[in-house]
């Protein structure tokens, strides 16, 4: 079934580091992909997002690339600060079929930034 | 314009018990989703109402259940509640058929159970 694989973390980074997050995919079909934040206490936030190959999807400062060759969907930032101390998701749906209604989730990955 | 929000923040039970979960989606959304966050295992879907009916559900046994109201708003519920139900809970709302590109969270019902 479809799937979503992202770097465990914690992350932690300081204050104006680059920031990758790796995410990969498993999809049959021709998925759309995301990411979601959560804050610390609060629900997920919609972060970016890519509904087909080649899209980029930024927000905030943050960008990920829909590279369908490669299945993946990384999350980068080339200046964090402590604000972004977050824990974050990539996600993917399907909208075929049986999976419809479904956002697919990854673990999450931590990230801790530090002044 | 107000949120997802769910009620209660937080609910404690004893295994075996029922626990009933409720959302209220943004104005004019007809769609509400569900989803467990457990520790360890990530987001994991389970429910979506739409318009008053069920339009899939995730891999969870039949104790999990719930119902779409008139006005939009869900209840999900839990019976026979097993300490592996310990988890957040997240309720997703959109416009119909908008699920994949504008689903809005709300903030979680921590259920725990003892």
């Known amino acids: 079934g479809d799937s979503v694989t992202q770097m465990e973390g914690p992350v932690t980074l300081s204050e104006e580091a680059f920031l990758t997050i790796n995410c990969t995919y498993t999809?049959?079909?021709?998925?759309?992909l995301f990411w979601y934040v959560q804050y610390p206490g609060e629900g997920l936030q919609l972060l970016l997002k890519?509904?087909?190959?080649?899209d980029k999807g930024s927000n905030k400062g943050f960008e990920a690339t829909y590279r369908k060759e490669t299945t993946s969907f990384h999350l980068e930032k080339g200046s964090v600060q402590v604000s972004d101390s977050a824990v974050y998701f990539c996600?993917?749906?399907?909208?075929?079929?049986?999976?419809?209604?479904?956002?697919?989730f990854g673990k999450g990955t931590k990230l801790s930034v530090k002044p | 314009e107000a949120g997802v929000t769910q009620s209660p923040t937080h609910l404690i039970k004893t295994r075996g018990q029922q626990a009933t979960l409720r959302c209220s989606p943004i104005?004019?959304?007809?769609?509400v989703y569900w989803y467990q966050q457990a520790l360890g295992l990530g987001l994991q879907f389970l429910l979506w109402?739409?318009?008053?009916?069920?339009?899939n559900r995730g891999n969870f046994p039949p104790r999990f259940s719930g119902r779409q109201f008139p006005n939009y708003s869900s209840e999900l519920n839990v019976n026979a509640l097993e300490l592996e139900d310990s988890a957040l809970y997240l309720c997703?709302?959109?416009?119909?058929?908008?699920?994949?590109?504008?689903?809005?969270f709300g903030q979680g019902t921590r259920l725990t159970v003892v």
């Open positions: 999809a049959t079909g021709y998925p759309s």
């Open positions: 996600a993917l749906s399907e909208p075929d079929g049986g999976s419809q209604g479904n956002l697919i």
């Open positions: 890519a509904t087909k190959a080649d």
């Open positions: 104005s004019g959304h007809t769609s």
């Open positions: 997703a709302s959109s416009f119909r058929d908008r699920w994949n590109t504008e689903a809005f």
């Open positions: 109402y739409d318009e008053g009916e069920e339009r």
